[in-house]
């Protein structure tokens, strides 16, 4: 075999066949890079292990950084992606008050009252102050006495009043569920979007790992394969 020196087309120094190789015979992942680097580099010309093994070193490099890079984009869109959810994630009740007009808010406000413990106590004391004062302390001789036509007439219309008032406010209310409905439904339609995508995305990132991976170990074979030749 002879063993006449070859030039680097690298370095521009000779070497020796056996500390090095033909460029061609290089990974075609590596001899990319590598004429990336040297523009006017040849793939049949002859390139010495020193080189290579700067080349290779350079190229895993660059490969864990493209890596963390992605890694970065995928924390950004992540990022992004919460910012937007929060920002569908308002609050419906404080849109749908800002709306509302005075009357309605007035009527929502007899409706709450209508509707609590305070207004029966009330309700029930006034009743039995009524009754005692025009049938007891007065002895029928009161303004209202039995069979107390005015309270019937008081009770009537405050329900003839309080009933629409209430069914006004639950129509309001109504209304606000199914804001509220709607906006779950898109909140939880983004959330499965950005759930489905961050899948996909990771996928990607996994595929992408595995194959970079690979490369590497293929690297460090062919090293390890080149450190036996000096050996030998």
């Given amino acids: ?122 309700f029930g004391a006034v009743l039995i102050g009524w009754i005692a004062l025009n049938a007891l302390v007065l002895f029928n001789r009161g303004f209202d006495p039995f069979p107390f036509i005015l309270l019937n007439l008081i009770l009537s219309c405050l329900a003839a009043v309080q009933a629409p008032i209430i069914m006004m406010s639950q129509n309001r209310a109504e209304a606000r569920d199914r804001l509220r409905a709607e906006n779950n439904y898109k909140v939880n339609l983004k959330a499965e979007l950005e759930i489905r995508h961050l899948h996909e995305k990771i996928d990607h990132l996994l595929r992408r790992q595995y194959n970079r991976l690979f490369e590497i170990q293929q690297i460090q074979i062919e090293l390890l394969q080149e450190i036996s030749r000096h050996k030998h």
Avoid at 55 to 74: C, H, N, Q, T
Avoid at 104 to 121: P, Q
Wanted: hydrophobic share 40%; net charge negative; glycine share 4%.
């Fill in 1 to 122: 075999m002879s063993t006449t020196p070859l030039v680097c087309q690298v370095c521009k120094k000779p070497k020796s066949p056996h500390n090095g190789m033909i460029a061609d015979l290089i990974r075609p992942s590596l001899l990319e890079f590598a004429k990336k680097k040297v523009s006017d580099l040849d793939s049949k010309a002859f390139i010495c292990f020193e080189d290579l093994g700067n080349f290779r070193k350079d190229y895993v490099k660059e490969v864990l950084e493209d890596e963390i890079g992605e890694l970065s984009a995928l924390d950004n869109e992540v990022i992004q992606s919460l910012e937007q959810h929060e920002i569908l994630s308002a609050d419906i009740s404080k849109q749908f008050e800002k709306k509302l007009t005075f009357g309605e808010r007035l009527s929502d406000h007899i409706a709450e009252f209508g509707g609590s413990w305070k207004f029966l106590i009330t």
